[in-house]
């Protein structure tokens, strides 16, 4: 509902990917008896829509909910509320069969590259097991792709045999890269892939990633905290705070010309590697507030600069500010 | 200028394993002045960590040991002191923050009573007296509520608020040198932001030389005076932060520079530097970055370039004045 | 294409099993009882064709003598040889332990994966069984399945194996709900692999070496129990040469012929202790948290 509206206006083909109004409330009951429930809204109702091609990133601090958007999507976690459709067909409802198959079209790759591959099967076994579980190569045929996937995430063939210790992070990460696009999948979602890396191996792997996109048409949905890394590789951007997309738009719109006052400071918090950068820094007051008591009205209004009683007590909508292109959930682009 | 406060010299540090000898650190020269931040910068298996265990002398315990050089903390050799004379100085001149600061806070005694302690070991000062002075601190270090924080315990705290207790701790004696290692880097940026701005006020107030050791050349750039970079246990060059940002010397440092985004640079492409950090074992013979520059030439692989003008190690510096 | 720079110099390359032997082989004192157990392991098979006498000859000559160069080990009430005996005793008493801990490590596995991977309601009902079991102890238990199945050798085995069920479930359990909870087992529930397939290739290999140490130090207390309950009279015929009923069987002439008893105590001394050794061996060499 978002996108179709994005690029200048017109409406686009159907997205690969559509969210709308997900949720999950965890549930965690308290003290010894049990009686106090308490209910943590990691995600409270969100909605996006990727297109196909397109890298859409979402970014925001520990604890947002942007891991849990990504596993309800993966349906390793089922919603509380809300829908996922992928490629027009609805992802929450599939049976298990219909599941198992449908995933051949989205992917995952992991923020650890060292707990996210079995320390006790080569590299060779990890690669293949999409390629078995999914009955896509039979015999030779595997080691044939196996070897070419190593090729394509830049690996010597040698590595099939070694096991994932005998691996850097960065090469580690690779192959949980070769892993996910052995079923030729349409979608992957990237969920911190380089935050456990060293920076001048993170540009490979997001070169890399890049680079792959392009030759194989992925649809990226990436996760990550770090907006500049976000902000080199998407598209699109969603920002999101305790559970909340609070600004979505394109890239540069939001990143340029951010609207939300959350948007702001976390652009402004991001240390610049410039010495002789003018920081207009917005300190944010004080920390998160828990997710189990999550503030009414608007969400971030403890810690805004600029709230007002209205943010107390009114949530505010995603809307168009006069001078921008992207939404944001601000009351003051009402004004 | 004065004296410097701390000072390494042609310091190595080894770990021993199984009967082999692993070099961690090998040569680093470094000098902090009062009131001056400096960056050490590197990436996993640099050998930055080692050297901040190294100075604060904490590599007891571990396979490592210091082999060789010296650090002087104003003029006097910390590897000849006792360890009575060692733990004086610990916490009294020289305070350290860690990456993780749950680890180094005890979970089961309040924060007031950790602080007051840590307070009354150092200074002679009665329990109301360091009571008012822990408040104080954490009052300085931004944390509201400051009296009901003294009496929770660790776990009932955010991780940015751990950290600025911690820094609240390591401050609170004073100390002439901080050595914060990766003190954000397991934080938010919202709360790393916040973080920042106490450190860069303890210097300007108490005149604090800071020890910065991160991976983040971001932050970096904006805390240090001045920043050493350091790679394979050596620091490849060395500089006031804005030569090293903008006039970069060591192909190690460019090569960094340029692999990270940039925000709202619109880039396609990220540079990168190619392969892997070697580790400790297999360190290429000459320059240790030989295996990686995209400038190597024969030279480099036969022989270690030393320290040119004091600044970087890069054979395309022989020749004074000679730039790439 | 991309960085294809990803250098693999050609290092020694060790394999996991290489990298276990060489630190098991530093163990001095599990060497020594692995290799102990094995020559006992070869004594089992050709024993019976190296023993001196044949274990039910009696010489009624040389009733109850002590050790001597004609009976090592000296000779019992029937002036059987003690040294044979035990000879013929290490094969039965090694099946024994062997059988039951082998029965009772493949259902508390089975039981231990599926209560661990499953959880809920199927968790709660095997593990209250499972606790059930433990709260008696061990030798009774053992005592009161025999009661049931009737006496005999078969029956130990499987006395000794009901009472290992729970030990090895728990154990696996436990180890299944911590690698259930790895990221690598998510990863390969991402791609679409079955349950089956998740328990098979992904939680069973990581419990294997969590087995193996079991595995070893079980059998020693599952012979010490198998003797215990020949000794009782539950076990194996009197006439039959198993340690255990040797030694029931020494026990009326403990005073003017100690070595009757001794030696088949010995014998189950020194086997028990040699498999306790190995397995500590087996823990520290196997064991990932020391090994890294």
């Avoid at chain 1, 490979?204 to 990436?222: A, G, P, R």
């Avoid at chain 1, 007051?285 to 943010?311: I, M, Q, V, Y």
């Avoid at chain 2, 924080?149 to 705290?157: A, T, V």
């Avoid at chain 2, 054979?315 to 000679?322: F, S």
Wanted: aromatic share 8%.
């Amino acid at each position: 509902m978002l996108a179709a509206r994005t690029k200048g206006g017109i409406a686009m083909k159907k997205p690969l990917l559509q969210v709308e109004g997900l949720k999950k409330h965890f549930v965690s009951q308290k003290g010894f008896s049990k009686r106090s429930k308490q209910i943590v809204k990691a995600v409270d109702g969100i909605s996006f829509d990727i297109q196909a091609g397109e890298t859409f990133g979402l970014v925001g601090e520990s604890g947002c909910g942007k891991s849990t958007t990504g596993r309800m999507i993966m349906q390793m976690l089922e919603a509380t509320e809300g829908t996922v459709t992928f490629d027009g067909r609805r992802m929450d409802t599939v049976s298990g069969q219909e599941l198992k198959k449908a995933r051949k079209d989205f992917q995952m790759i992991f923020q650890d590259p060292y707990a996210s591959l079995n320390p006790r099967m080569t590299v060779r076994d990890i690669i293949a097991e999409p390629l078995i579980v999914h009955r896509l190569e039979e015999g030779k045929g595997i080691d044939q792709r196996v070897y070419e996937l190593l090729d394509t995430v830049g690996l010597p063939k040698k590595a099939a045999e070694r096991y994932p210790h005998e691996f850097s992070g960065g090469q580690r990460q690779r192959i949980g890269i070769a892993r996910a696009l052995a079923v030729k999948p349409k979608l992957i979602i990237a969920d911190e892939p380089v935050s456990a890396l060293d920076v001048s191996i993170q540009s490979q792997v997001l070169n890399l990633l890049k680079d792959l996109q392009d030759e194989f048409d992925l649809t990226y949905l990436f996760i990550a905290h770090d907006l500049s890394v976000v902000d080199f590789i998407s598209d699109r951007i969603a920002v999101m705070y305790l559970g909340n997309i609070v600004e979505i738009g394109e890239r540069d719109d939001v990143i340029q010309n951010p609207q939300h006052p959350y948007t702001k400071a976390l652009l402004s918090a991001v240390p610049v590697p410039d010495p002789r950068a003018k920081r207009e820094r917005i300190v944010l007051e004080g920390d998160l507030p828990s997710p189990s008591n999550p503030p009414s009205g608007c969400p971030f209004h403890t810690r805004c600069p600029f709230a007002w009683d209205r943010c107390k007590n009114e949530v505010p909508k995603l809307q168009r500010g006069k001078e921008s292109s992207q939404l944001a959930s601000c009351h003051l682009l009402d004004g | 200028m004065s004296n410097p406060i701390l000072s390494i010299n042609q310091m190595y540090t080894s770990f021993h394993v199984d009967g082999e000898t692993i070099p961690a650190v090998e040569g680093i020269d470094l000098s902090l002045y009062p009131g001056e931040i400096v960056g050490l910068v590197g990436e996993s298996g640099s050998g930055k960590s080692v050297t901040s265990l190294s100075v604060m002398q904490l590599l007891e315990g571990t396979p490592g040991k210091v082999t060789g050089g010296d650090i002087l903390f104003e003029n006097q050799n910390l590897l000849e002191m006792t360890d009575r004379e060692k733990r004086k100085l610990r916490g009294n001149d020289i305070s350290m923050i860690f990456q993780e600061p749950m680890t180094s806070l005890n979970p089961v005694i309040k924060i007031g009573k950790q602080l007051v302690e840590a307070i009354r070991e150092h200074q002679s000062i009665s329990k109301r007296g360091a009571e008012k002075h822990a408040v104080y601190m954490l009052d300085q270090v931004g944390i509201p509520r400051a009296e009901e924080i003294m009496k929770e315990y660790p776990h009932q705290l955010s991780g940015g608020m751990r950290q600025r207790v911690m820094i609240a701790m390591a401050m609170s004696c004073d100390p002439k040198l901080l050595i914060a290692d990766e003190p954000t880097t397991a934080l938010d940026v919202t709360i790393q932001a916040q973080i920042l701005d106490v450190m860069r006020n303890m210097r300007d107030e108490h005149h604090t030389a800071i020890l910065f050791i991160t991976h983040d050349l971001g932050v970096i750039a904006e805390m240090c005076d001045r920043v050493a970079v350091m790679y394979a246990g050596r620091i490849v060059e060395q500089g006031t932060v804005y030569e090293i940002f903008e006039n970069p010397k060591h192909p190690y440092t460019k090569g960094l520079l340029g692999s990270i985004p940039k925000i709202g640079s619109r880039a396609e492409r990220l540079d990168s530097i190619k392969g892997q950090v070697p580790t400790a074992e297999d360190r290429p013979k000459g320059c240790k970055f030989a295996n990686r520059c995209p400038f190597v030439y024969k030279h480099c692989w036969e022989e270690e370039p030393p320290l040119f003008d004091g600044e970087n190690r890069c054979w395309l510096h022989e020749q004074k004045g000679e730039s790439l | 294409m991309a960085e294809a720079n990803v250098h693999m110099e050609e290092q020694k390359r060790v394999t996991p099993f290489q990298q276990f032997w060489s630190s098991f082989k530093k163990q001095k004192v599990s060497f020594a009882a692995g290799a102990f157990l094995l020559l006992l392991f070869i004594v089992a098979i050709i024993g019976p064709y190296i023993a001196p006498y044949e274990p039910n000859e009696p010489d009624y000559n040389q009733l109850l003598s002590g050790p001597s160069w004609q009976h090592l080990a000296g000779t019992d009430d029937f002036g059987r040889d003690i040294f044979s005996r035990i000879l013929h005793g290490a094969r039965i008493s090694l099946a024994v332990g062997l059988s039951s801990v082998l029965l009772g490590a493949v259902v508390g596995t089975v039981f231990g994966v599926i209560s661990g991977y499953f959880g809920k309601w199927i968790d709660s009902a095997i593990m209250r069984v499972m606790d059930v079991l433990l709260a008696f102890p061990g030798m009774l238990l053992a005592i009161g399945i025999i009661a049931i199945l009737g006496p005999g050798l078969v029956n130990v085995v499987m006395a000794v194996a009901i009472f290992s069920v729970p030990v090895f479930a728990r154990i696996i359990r436990s180890n299944t709900l911590a690698i259930k909870s790895t990221l690598y087992v998510e990863a390969t529930q991402s791609i679409g692999s079955s349950h089956w397939r998740t328990i098979w290739k992904h939680i069973f290999p990581g419990t294997v070496s969590t087995l193996i140490v079991y595995f070893t130090m079980r059998i020693g207390s599952a012979i010490l129990i198998a003797a215990g309950l020949s000794f009782l009279g539950l076990g194996a015929d009197p006439s039959t040469p198993e340690w255990g009923a040797m030694l029931s069987n020494g026990r009326s002439y403990l005073n003017n012929a100690p070595h009757v008893t001794f030696f088949p105590g010995l014998a189950i001394f020194l086997t028990v202790l040699a498999f306790n050794l190995l397995g500590d061996g087996l823990r520290d060499a196997l064991d990932p948290k020391i090994r890294e």
